[in-house]
Every structure is written in C-alpha cells, then in structure tokens.
C-alpha cells in the first residue's frame, strides 16, 4: 500500500548481501520482502550479545550468528534464499564471498581493513554500498543519519576510513553515522566478560601508566536504531523510493 505491487514483487528478486549478521539490518530486509540474502559473519552467539542483538538468547548461546540469523529469516519468510558464509572477512578471504550479481552491500562490522576491502569490492564492481559506523558508548537513536562518509564529523572511525579511501582513489561512499559524542563509560568489574562485538569507538585506557582496556558499552536501542536506517535506505534505494 506504501510502495505498490510491482515494488514489491521487484523486492523479491534483488540480492542484499550483509557483512557481520546486522540483525536489525537483515530483520527490516527480510520482512521487506528481499529474496535473496548474504550472511557474513564467523561468530558465535554471546552471553554479552543478549543485551542488544535480535538474534541473542539463552536458546541460541554457542550458536553461530549466521546459523540464528537464517533460522530467523526463514521462519519469517520461507520463500528466501538465505546465504551463509562463516568466515572471517579480510583482503585474503574476499574470493570466499562473491559479490558479483548483488544488488546492495550493507557492512555492519568494525575492522577497519575488512570494511575498506568491502568498499573497494564494490567500488570495483560498481554495487552500492552503505557502512555503518559508530554505535558504541552512545545514548540518543534518534542521532543516526545517512551521508556520504567525507562528509561526516564526529565519529573517529570515518576519520581513519576517510585517510585510507583516499590513498585508494576512493573518495564517496554512503554510510550511517550518529553526531552524538560519545560517552566515556564506565570500568566493569575485572571479572565481567569481555564484549565479543562489533564496536568502532576507540577504546580510552585508565590509566597513562597503567593501560586498561575498557570494554565498550552498548544498549538495546542504539545499534538497533542504526540497523534500522540502514535498511531503510537500503529498501527505498532498491524500490527508487524517494
């Protein structure tokens, strides 16, 4: 009724492949309706996923993330093509995930390296291409928008992938990003368990002389408010939606 028919029926033959099991991401696409999925990730679910990612309970513990997340598509919409692929991405694994034939590429994971070969792939291969940025140590999921990555502000990570895009030609490409500053969070206790997630803020030490790394902090509406505007980006882009 919002979009009409045949954007509808066009949804079910498009191809969106999404790196690092984006749950909200691949939630939004499936219920839109997109026939085709790519699932990237080499994680297992967390106890210290629980607190924020769709696909995180106590039933799933120990299960890997693409495994979860395709159960989950499949129950939602039987009739798509769900594709899994375990692995940890990097310049040396790329061949192990093709992107020819996708018509978008959504990149929720927070390895610098893994993020520029993912944009460089489609640059090459002229795919469009949306990268998340920033979701850790903030509050307000009203703070993300689109933009193309040089011209955004406030996230450290944009800095670093701006300086290296351009030693590689690259100088555009679409990501999401908050404007909110990030908050310095709080010391967990030295027994708390590390966080296993995809994070992109720098992570601040305690102490000059006694350096510490403080795990960074999230919550469930933050990350999920992210997955939710790259979806819809990603839906509206492959339905020419305004």
């Known amino acids: 009724m919002l979009i009409g028919q045949r954007q509808v029926c066009s949804l079910a033959s498009r191809h969106v492949v ?3 099991v984006g749950g909200y ?6 219920r839109s309706g997109v026939g085709t999925l790519s699932l990237i990730d080499p994680d297992t679910v967390s106890v210290t996923n629980i607190n924020r990612q769709i696909i995180a309970t106590t039933s799933t513990l120990g299960q890997l993330k693409v495994d979860v ?16 692929f375990p692995i940890f991405y990097l310049p040396e694994s790329a061949a192990q995930v093709p992107l020819q034939g ?4 959504v990149d929720c994971i927070d390895t610098v390296t ?8 489609c640059h090459s291969l002229d795919i469009p291409v949306i990268t998340c940025l920033g979701a850790a140590n903030k509050l307000d999921p009203t703070a993300f928008r689109v933009a193309n990555l040089f011209a955004t502000h406030t996230d450290p990570l944009a800095r670093v992938m701006r300086k290296k895009l351009r030693q590689v030609g690259i100088d555009s490409v679409m990501c999401v990003f908050s404007d909110e500053q990030p908050i310095k969070p709080t010391p967990c206790n030295s027994t708390d368990p590390p966080s296993d997630d995809f994070h992109n803020e720098p992570t601040p030490t305690i102490s000059p002389l006694k350096p510490k790394r403080i795990t960074p902090a999230s919550n469930a509406f933050v990350p999920a408010a992210e997955g ?5 980006h990603v839906i509206r882009h492959l339905t020419a939606l305004p």
Do not use: S, Y
Request: aromatic fraction near 4%.
């Open 25 to 30: 991401v691949a939630e939004v696409l499936a």
């Open 228 to 232: 939710l505007v790259a979806a819809a």
């Open 102 to 105: 996708a018509d978008f590429v």
């Open 18 to 20: 999404i790196f690092g």
């Open 114 to 121: 893994a993020k520029i070969e993912i944009i460089k792939q």
């Open 69 to 84: 997340m395709k159960h989950r598509i499949l129950d939602i919409n039987p009739a798509c093509q769900v594709r899994t």
